[in-house]
């Protein structure tokens, strides 16, 4: 089975074209070595996927027929990504709520004033 249609059976991508784009992309990987969406897929390979800022690594335990419900998926496919990569990810989900929320608009007087007074040297 190609491995873009694999992704997509197994619920990681929800549309066969999201999965293909990420293979072009270079966002999947079998074995660290990115692929084409027509690569072939076969049982025991280590699959790599970069997606929402995060790197998944499944292992395909069996080829499912077609696309499966959310309840089979691990039937088929095994995830092993460490939860490292998630704690990355809430610390990136941290760093950007220091930020100004989004649609805030541009500073105000008193924002420039609170700004200058932060890096002012005494």
Do not use: H
């Amino acid at each position: 089975m190609r491995i873009d249609k694999y992704l997509w059976c197994i619920r990681v991508f929800k549309t066969r074209s999201i999965a293909t784009d990420a293979c072009k992309k270079g966002q999947v990987k079998i074995e660290d070595t990115s692929v084409k969406p027509s690569k072939e897929v076969f049982g025991n390979e280590l699959i790599t996927v970069r997606k929402n800022q995060i790197n998944y690594k499944f292992k395909v335990l069996d080829i499912p027929d077609n696309r499966l419900g959310p309840k089979l998926v691990n039937l088929y496919r095994q995830d092993i990504t460490p939860k490292e990569e998630f704690q990355k990810n809430e610390l990136l989900k941290f760093a950007k709520d220091y930020y100004r929320k989004k649609g805030t608009g541009r500073p105000t007087k008193k924002d420039r004033r609170d700004i200058e007074d932060f890096t002012e040297e005494p």
